[in-house]
């Protein structure tokens, strides 16, 4: 081998030593920096024995591991964000500064306080002032709960533009990647900036990436385009459609908005829809059909009481079926070719035992067939020439009422005119109706909330303790001639056709007298002119069975005999009369809903929370230590190991002496040879 060739081996080990020593040091220097993948110099010798030449830098690193982080990035940041989010819930819930199960004790304490002393006008104000703040923990605890709603709106809108900033980042990095590699410049540290945007945008949603040569294209919900190469798309965080209070989540894919909502999971946006969908809203709906039975059941029994001033009692809280609430129960899709008059329009609660925690979704499919979709657990309820349809179960038909609208009082009936363009229609303790100014069409779609404010919407109506209608207006008298042991009482069923017009006298007073032995009857007796009873009817007598009267009805229990008599007038001036106050203090025991009473309801939402709650919590810890598995598998991948990096920088500086060493001997030889000459 001549000097020259010598001398070429050596400058090229030369060159070749010191970029493998320049790579060690980019390796060293970065061992801090996140998402830095190590690289390393690969060698490859001439022909020939010419030589050795650096062929690439070779950056380090594992598709499935990074795949791997991505998934495990977007899980754990997922469930950290529910459970976050529930955690608040579930201490807002239980804590007795804010909790309603409270509230309803005190509540009740100070009506016990009334049933044992009616006449006390200090125990009815101490109650009004009771009911006052029973009103106001409902409606600060919706408060709460709305303003984690309107926090996750203000989250979505900054996550949005979080995204849009990354994945316009990582489309300018595919640019600058390609850029420099069809120049045939190293894009090593590129490629590792675009990889960490990536591992920043799994932590906000779940994305897919698909790797196209030097080119990412990342993909989220079900497959639409985030990142195609150099261009990307928009997110964008709207005002709901038709729920107007809570924000969507839109995709602008040239020019056009796709609403990706229910498409997305993984990442803080997947936790802070699962949250708002499966915690959030379903606490709303069950406080607030609480509060709407709470109302309405408290309202029915006070309106059948009187007061200190002989008059009936009027709604204790307000009318849960105000033309106005009625109305804001239900909401039109943006695109609906129809449009809702509203007055005519709305949801009307009539039986709260039946009342689900729920909103529901309300779809024409054409003419004759409408799809109503309970969306707490997805029962789908289809009229068509109405069936109600329930997944696994035999069909129910509905009942077709051709009256009109104000027939349809029982479940499952329903009514429609396509010439009017009106539907109505009951179904779980709640009448739908829907009065439009065009043709309901297919495709037309509306939102039906019939309990989400209802905490917020309770008021107190009642603030002189005087108006409290605790005493019944029925007074009942048994002859004192009475021989038997018979026992009259008296349910309030229809106050408004009780009294007379001047509100004076029963409508009318009457007498029952029970005649006969075998079998023993009685007979009803109108005494409007005592000198003159009037036969109003009569019956066989049969223990516990009401007797119904004009606007309430009378059970008499145990043994009345054959000349009992049994006199029901106005209850004037029976300020001592405590009955309708005990029926209201019975309620707080009574089952009035599906899963119980009032704070039966409230404790199973908190025991539903925080069950919720400590499942996330156990799944995020798990989700946890797989990330942290995955981290360090894909660190001892990519990682830079200062202990190897070492190593190899005293391995290519001994290489790097060597070469000079090398270009040395070839001087001297070249050296000797001209001397020789």
Do not use: C
Request: hydrophobic share 35%; net charge negative.
């Amino acid at each position: 081998m001549s000097s020259f060739n010598l001398l070429n081996l050596g400058n090229q080990a030369l060159r070749s030593n010191q970029s493998a020593l320049a790579t060690v040091g980019q390796n060293i220097a970065n061992v801090n920096t996140d998402g830095y993948s190590r690289q390393i110099a690969n060698f490859s010798t001439l022909p020939d024995q010419s030589g050795v030449q650096v062929d690439s830098v070779e950056r380090i690193t594992n598709q499935f591991l990074t795949q791997q982080l991505w998934s495990d990035l977007s899980s754990y940041n997922q469930t950290s964000t529910y459970a976050d989010m529930s955690g608040e819930l579930d201490n807002l819930l239980a804590t007795n500064t804010s909790s309603v199960s409270n509230a309803l004790d005190e509540y009740f304490s100070a009506l016990q306080n009334v049933v044992d002393d009616p006449v006390s006008i200090p125990n009815r104000e101490l109650f009004v002032a009771e009911s006052d703040a029973l009103v106001q923990r409902f409606n600060d605890l919706d408060a709460h709960i709305n303003r984690q709603d309107s926090n996750i709106n203000g989250i979505l809108d900054d996550v949005a533009s979080q995204i849009n900033s990354l994945a316009g980042s990582i489309a300018e990095l595919n640019d600058n990647i390609q850029t420099a590699t069809s120049s045939g410049n190293p894009a090593n540290e590129l490629k590792d900036q675009r990889e960490e945007l990536t591992n920043q945008l799994s932590e906000l949603v779940g994305v897919r990436v698909i790797e196209q040569g030097d080119q990412f294209s990342v993909f989220i919900g079900n497959g639409q385009p985030l990142v195609v190469g150099t261009s990307a798309s928009q997110m964008q965080s709207l005002q709901g459609d038709p729920d107007s209070s809570q924000n969507d989540l839109a995709l602008v894919i040239s020019g056009q908005k796709i609403t990706v909502t229910d498409e997305l999971s993984g990442g803080s946006i997947g936790g802070l829809l699962q949250y708002r969908n499966e915690a959030l809203n379903s606490a709303r709906d069950e406080l607030g059909r609480m509060a709407i039975g709470f109302a309405e059941s408290m309202n029915t029994l006070h309106s059948a009481g009187m007061d200190l001033n002989n008059e009936l009692g009027g709604n204790l809280f307000n009318d849960v079926n105000s033309t106005a609430l009625q109305s804001s129960r239900i909401s039109s899709k943006s695109d609906n070719q129809s449009t809702l008059l509203k007055g005519s329009s709305g949801v009307e609660i009539k039986d709260i035992s039946l009342l689900k925690a729920s909103d529901y979704e309300l779809t024409f499919d054409n003419d004759n067939s409408i799809t109503l979709t309970r969306n707490s657990d997805g029962q789908q309820t289809r009229i068509n020439q109405l069936s109600k349809v329930q997944p696994e179960a035999p069909a129910t038909s509905f009942t077709s009422i051709s009256d009109a609208v104000a027939a349809v009082d029982e479940e499952n009936e329903y009514y429609f005119d396509s010439a009017s363009k009106t539907l109505s229609f009951q179904v779980d303790g709640m009448k739908v109706t829907l009065n439009a100014s065009s043709e309901l069409v297919k495709g037309d779609t509306f939102l039906i909330q019939p309990v989400r404010t209802g905490a917020e919407d309770l008021t107190s109506k009642i603030q002189d303790g005087k108006k409290l209608a605790l005493a019944s207006p029925v007074r009942i008298t048994a002859d004192t001639d009475n021989q038997g042991s018979g026992v009259a009482s008296v349910t309030v069923t229809k106050p408004n056709a009780l009294m007379t017009s001047d509100a004076t006298e029963l409508n009318p007073p009457v007498d029952i007298v029970f005649n006969n032995t075998d079998p023993l009857a009685y007979t009803v007796y109108d005494m409007s002119e005592p000198s003159n009873p009037q036969l109003l009817s009569s019956a066989n007598y049969e223990a516990g069975k009401a007797i119904e009267l004009n606007g309430y009805e009378v059970v008499i229990d145990s043994l009345p005999t054959a000349g009992d008599r049994f006199s029901f007038t106005f209850n004037e001036d029976g300020v001592s009369d405590n009955r309708n106050a005990l029926a209201l203090s019975s309620l707080q025991q009574q089952d009035l809903f599906e899963g119980g009473s009032y704070q039966d309801l409230y404790g199973s939402l908190i025991e539903r929370v925080g069950t919720s709650t400590s499942a996330s919590r156990i799944t995020m810890a798990a989700n946890k230590a797989v990330l942290d598995s995955t981290v360090t598998a894909k660190s001892s991948v990519s990682g830079v190991n200062l202990d190897e990096e070492a190593a190899k920088l005293v391995q290519f500086q001994q290489a790097y002496q060597a070469s000079a060493q090398l270009i040395k001997t070839s001087q001297t030889l070249f050296d000797t040879l001209l001397n020789s000459i």
